[in-house]
Nanobody, 125 residues
Framework: QMQLVESGGGLVQAGGSLRLSCAAS????????MAWFRQAPGKAREFVAG???????HYADSVKGRFTVSRDNAKNTVYLQMNSLKPEDTAVYSC???????????????????WGQGTQVTVSS
């Protein structure tokens, strides 16, 4: 079992930055692929970024060049650094895990085994 707890959301002006954190329980964190998803009001949940247990990363086109996903296996934590934020980035951001030793970043939420409760990110114009 794995529990995920996100933090770091908040209100920021357009052009600003935020760093989200997702702390995981369990000793096998290093073997899991981690991902960030987001869901805006009235919209479907969408993949934002993923990082394999081998540290390879993948991003949605809408955030490429602005967001960076990273992980610290010693702290059982995955991060999402969000720069140059836009109002359309406003959403609830959730982290998810699949594994162990998953071979890819699944962009479909249904493949992930574990989910956090989400953290709200609001970008004002």
């Amino acid at each position: 079992q794995m529990q995920l707890v996100e933090s770091g959301g908040g209100l920021v002006q357009a052009g600003g930055s935020l760093r989200l954190s997702c702390a995981a329980s369990g000793r096998t964190f290093a073997t899991y692929t981690m991902a960030w998803f987001r869901q805006a009001p009235g919209k479907a949940r969408e993949f934002v970024a993923g990082i394999l247990w081998r540290n390879n990363t993948h991003y949605a086109d809408s955030v490429k060049g602005r967001f960076t996903v990273s992980r610290d296996n010693a702290k059982n934590t995955v991060y999402l650094q969000m720069n140059s934020l836009k109002p359309e980035d406003t959403a609830v951001y959730s982290c998810a895990a699949v594994g162990p030793f998953s071979s890819t970043w699944y962009i479909e939420a249904r493949f992930y085994n574990y989910w956090g409760q989400g953290t709200q990110v609001t970008v004002s114009s």
